[in-house]
């Protein structure tokens, strides 16, 4: 049965010393794609340098990560437009609003997110969804832009029946889910019970949040059987069907070529 990493940043030079490896083991594990959501302008080249060398493989985002944004933000946000126009791009992403790090940029932030939602709209592509202490904004630009009309997930959901409570109602909304539900104390595992399979994706955000029992260490897509592992315990199910049902969704939302990945067991 096979997986998809629908989050990972393999293309960072995290990986510049061994990232054939990495992969070479990922697809071991059972990892048929990897998403790759972009970061900013300087991330573009390495993205699209790794998707030509694997392009049955990894399929990448495009867009401006929240904390990229700063002052300098008009000629950022056109650089990754005029990306969009030179070749396929799978979702915009990663995309979204951080409250984390800093909110001196909030105005800028938002009015990034806001535009890059309407590419979304424009170009009918999914979003992929950065909400670091910020669902609340988040959905409020959301909203605003047209909610009924977007589709896509919100990436590395924090996990709190509240924030669930508050994306149930966008039918066209995905949660994914890393590694923090194998993490000792979060509240995720609690959540997932209220969450329909048929709503979550799986994801490994490498070389960030690896999963127990590789914490602390760097993360890499075949530490995502750890991550269905858990999510397979939080359901009472096996793992054959957790990777079933969200292989399946990873396939509803994002427009991958599947030529290459084994579907006889659907």
């Given at each position: 049965m096979k997986i998809i990493d629908t989050h990972s940043h393999i293309y960072s030079k995290e990986f510049d010393n061994d990232r054939s490896e990495i992969i070479n083991t990922a697809k071991k594990a059972g990892v048929c794609a990897v998403l790759l959501p972009n970061e900013n302008a300087e991330s573009i080249k390495a993205i699209?340098?790794?998707?030509?060398?694997?392009?049955?493989?990894?399929?990448?985002?495009?867009?401006?990560?929240?904390?990229?944004?700063?002052?300098?933000?008009?000629?950022?946000?056109?650089?990754?437009?005029?990306?969009?126009?030179?070749?396929?791009?799978?979702a915009i992403g990663e995309i979204g609003i951080d409250l984390y790090w800093s909110k001196n940029y909030l105005k800028e932030q938002k009015l990034v997110f806001e535009e890059q939602l309407r590419w979304s709209i424009d170009m009918r592509l999914p979003v992929a969804i950065h909400i670091r202490e910020s669902l609340d904004e988040a959905l409020d630009s959301m909203y605003k832009v047209g909610s009924d009309r977007l589709r896509g997930v919100f990436h590395c959901f924090g996990g709190t029946l509240r924030e669930w409570n508050k994306i149930v109602d966008l039918p066209s909304f995905y949660i994914g889910i890393g590694g923090i539900v194998t993490f000792k104390k979060n509240e995720l595992k609690e959540t997932?019970?209220?969450?329909?399979?048929?709503?979550?994706?799986?994801?490994?955000?490498?070389?960030?949040?690896?999963?127990?029992?590789?914490?602390?260490?760097?993360?890499?897509?075949?530490?995502?059987?750890?991550?269905?592992?858990?999510?397979?315990?939080?359901?009472?199910?096996?793992?054959?069907?957790?990777?079933?049902?969200?292989?399946?969704?990873?396939?509803?939302?994002?427009?991958?070529?599947?030529?290459?990945?084994?579907?006889?067991?659907?």
């Open positions: 699209n340098e790794l998707s030509d060398k694997e392009p049955d493989f990894a399929f990448p985002m495009m867009g401006l990560h929240p904390t990229s944004v700063n002052a300098g933000y008009i000629k950022e946000l056109k650089t990754i437009e005029s990306a969009l126009t030179k070749r396929t791009y799978f997932l019970g209220h969450i329909p399979i048929e709503r979550v994706l799986l994801e490994t955000d490498a070389p960030y949040l690896a999963p127990v029992p590789h914490r602390g260490k760097r993360n890499e897509p075949s530490y995502i059987i750890e991550i269905a592992k858990k999510v397979a315990e939080c359901y009472k199910t096996t793992i054959e069907s957790v990777k079933k049902h969200t292989f399946q969704n990873s396939l509803n939302l994002f427009n991958i070529p599947i030529n290459n990945i084994d579907t006889e067991a659907f």
